[in-house]
Structures are given as structure tokens and as C-alpha cells.
């Protein structure tokens, strides 16, 4: 029997999930998201209906996946009208307790991944965190979320916000050291094309080793000269400065401690 | 004609960079460093002689590399007597000024890359940035970095220095975040390996398109309640804490002027 799913939310999580399950032959209902330019792209993507409002809610679906923000889970909630049907959310940060007095049958997903709309995902190699209020309930999510990853495991909602916090460090962090590095690249008219090498140089080290062991620079190196010269040359740029600062800071002693 | 050089500095650098070399046809004469194991270690490998003394430096050679870390390098130039040869140093961050005074023929290669003793380095793909105190000396040096990859760029010790610090940012920097993820999901019984798509991903968004339009997560998306809530959770470790906010600040800060 197919599987019948309607997708909340239109972003980037809900957009990814909802071709996931569709290729691997889920049948999507209905997408429901607040504004109607998302709701008609991604049901036109999927062939389905759509609505902008809770209340039209499509009630024949076996599970009901929440991809909004952190902040709007909690009135989405409160809104729907979906008797003791299966729902859950996919948020890294958010407990299973949101769901405490609002549903009765309800669960996590969380794909731990970095979705964009302008880049396609390989479903099949991204791990996904699950969790469900009760036994049964855990299975079906289980074999359910299966279909879509073979990597699917079951953590606790502590764990599961650590996880996201360390996706934050080794994804959103990572990011933004290069962001800056190209912002100064601009200011110097250089080019960022020039650290492809080096990144994929530090991506390799990092997933063949570990970072730990992977570790170079003036920072890495106690080179107290070097690393108070480049806080000078930041000068104009205070955040920045103090980025850098800390970083290296922390560099120096948690690479002590090994010593 | 054979072109003849010493090594100064057998660490990542002098190493990666003498086997580059050696490969290229450069007769590699003789290895120069200061602990015992290190200069015989590489000399073995270069089938040349070697000293821990730099008194005995080699004469016969036609360039020679200084491959020590930044402080040490006007030390060495002090006790160097190689009257006018051409002598060059590989450092990032300092300029070409600390040969003044202290040699004649002189210059800088900064090959742009992250070495470790443990893993082999296609040089080839290496952006390598020189500079040299006349037009003759930098051609000849142009000529001589040309034979071990193809990426040569003469650039000014300003530049060079604000290059190493992005390249601080790009590598150190990067490696660092994933360090402090490493750790935290260690202290949570969790695997750092569930990481690899998350990087993989990261990585070829950042080098197919551009960090600043890849960048995703909670600061991104200007979701204070989680930033803050991810911040109340690092709690037991003050020096990340204070590292999560400052990067989450900047996120925040540098993406809302682009709106």
C-alpha cells in the first residue's frame, strides 16, 4: 500500500524530503506552506494540491512532516486539526516534548544536512536522526524514513541538539571562515578561486584523518608573532579581528593540552 | 644545466617542497636543519649530504630556500654566510624587507597549501606566489617555481600577508571548527564520522558556487531563540561559547547588509 505524506513548509527541508519520498514512491497529498509562491512551485514539482491555509488541510495522509522554522513548529501545531495522525517535525534543535498535549502520535526527523534550493541532494547518503513517543510508533518512523537512507538512527532529543550544534560548527562555521576569507579577498582585489586547493587539500585531511591530527598554522604553531600580526592587519575590521582572536586563542590551548 | 639548491628547514615545507623539487630535475645539494633526526631523515630521502651547522652550509648551490618558521628566519639569515647568492624564504606573512642588509639577490616563494609529514602533496596543483628584490632575479625565480607547478604569481608582501590570512581562515580556521565538533559530539557518545556528507557537501558548495551565497543554519536564518539557545548550551565550555557567539554575531551581521 502506498504511503500517502503531506509536506508543511516549502523551504529547503521540505522541498529536498518532498522529491526524496516522491522518487522513492511515497505519494506526496498536498504541500501546505504560508506563502503561495512556495505552495505552487514545490505541488506543481510534486503533482499535488496545495494550500496556504491550515484549516484545508488534507485529512487521508498516514504521516504529516513539519518543515518550518524552529520558532513557527509550535503555532503550526496549534493550528492543525489532525485528530491522532502520525506527525513529525525536522528540526535539529526542537524536543520531542513540543508535541506534549498537541498530538498523540508524533516523532523527529532530522536529516542532518545542508539544503539549499539551488543545489540537488543525494537522499541515500545523508544520515538521518529519528525519535517517537513510543515503540511502535519509532518502527513505523523507522522503516518509514528507510525508504529514503539507508543511515537512519534512533537518538534522544538531547542528543540530537548536540549533533545539531556540532552541524552548526563543522558546516555553518566552516562556511563563514571562508566567507570571510573571500570578503578580504575582494578588499584586496585577489581572488578566492586561488583556495580551491586548499580547501579540497583541508577537506580531504579532515574526513581521511581527523581534524584533531590535521592541524597547521601560526596558531597550531605557537607562533605568537605571527598570530599577533595578522590581529593587527584586521584592525579595520573589529568582528573580524576579534574572530580571529578567539579562534587562535583556542587553537593554542586545546592543542596544549595534547602536548 | 642542473640547477643546484640547499634546503634550509627540514619541517612540512622544506620537505614537501625538496621532494617537488627533486622531481622537477632540481639537484637538491645538501640539507640544512637544526635537530639531527629531521636533517638526515630528508637528506636520505634527497640522496644528499646534510649539516645541523650553518657554518657548514653548502656554497656550490645556485639557489637557497629557507624553509624555518617565521622567527627563526632572521636568526638564520644573521649566521648565513653565502655572500651573493640568491636566497629566498617561504613564509606568508613576513616580508621581503628581512633581507635587507642581510643579502644581496633575494626573494620570497609562498606556496599556498596546508603540509603535513604525513601526507603526500601534488605540487602541481599548488598556487605559488613569489616576489624578488629586481625584475632579473624575479624572472629567474619565476622560471625556477615554474618547474614545480603552473600556477606562479608574482604578488607584494602586503598582499601576500592578507593571502596568508585568509588562507588562515580557509584552512586553520575551517579545521578548527570541525576540531571543536570532534570533540563535543566525543563528549556526547557521538561519531564524528556521521559528518562526512555534511562536509562533502559543504565543501563543493563553497568551491562550485561561493561561501557567501552557501551559507546556511540557525544565524543565517536569523533564528535568535536557537543561536541562543545552542549558546545556554555550551555553557560548561566557555572559550566555544564565547567562539559560537562571535561567529553567529558576524553571520548575522554580515548577511543582514546584503539584504
Chains 1, 2 share one sequence.
Do not use: W
Amino acid at each position: 500500500m502506498q504511503i500517502k505524506a503531506v509536506i508543511i513548509g516549502a523551504g529547503n527541508v521540505g522541498t529536498h524530503l518532498a522529491i526524496a519520498l516522491k522518487n522513492e514512491g511515497v505519494q506526496i497529498l498536498q504541500i501546505v506552506s504560508k506563502t503561495m509562491k512556495s505552495a505552487v512551485e514545490l505541488a506543481s514539482r510534486m503533482e499535488c494540491s496545495f494550500t496556504t491555509d491550515l484549516q484545508d488541510i488534507n485529512l487521508q495522509a498516514d504521516i504529516y512532516i513539519v518543515c518550518v522554522t524552529d520558532n513557527a513548529i509550535i503555532p503550526v501545531l496549534r493550528q492543525l486539526q489532525i485528530g491522532n495522525k502520525f506527525i513529525v517535525h525536522t528540526s535539529g534543535s526542537m524536543g520531542i516534548d513540543v508535541f506534549y498535549d498537541l498530538a498523540q502520535n508524533y516523532g523527529v526527523v532530522y536529516p542532518m544536512q545542508t539544503f539549499s534550493k539551488f543545489k540537488d541532494i543525494n537522499y541515500a547518503e545523508i544520515p538521518i536522526f529519528i525519535e517517537a513517543n513510543s515503540p511502535e510508533n519509532q518502527q513505523m518512523l523507522f522503516n518509514f524514513v528507510k525508504k529514503i537512507s539507508p543511515h537512519v538512527q534512533v537518538i534522544n532529543s538531547q542528543q540530537r541538539c548536540m549533533l545539531h550544534i556540532c552541524a552548526v560548527f563543522a558546516n555553518n562555521f566552516t562556511n563563514h571562515m571562508c566567507t570571510i576569507a573571500e570578503m578580504l579577498m575582494k578588499e584586496h582585489q585577489l581572488k578566492f578561486e586561488t583556495f580551491k586547493p586548499l580547501l579540497r587539500e583541508t577537506f580531504e585531511k579532515i574526513t581521511k584523518y581527523s581534524p584533531s591530527i590535521s592541524q597547521t598554522g601560526p596558531a597550531m604553531r605557537n607562533d605568537l608573532h605571527v598570530v599577533q600580526k595578522h590581529i593587527d592587519l584586521l584592525a579595520q575590521f573589529p568582528s573580524i579581528q576579534e574572530i580571529y582572536t578567539h579562534i587562535s586563542n583556542n587553537i593554542i590551548e586545546m592543542h596544549k593540552k595534547e602536548e
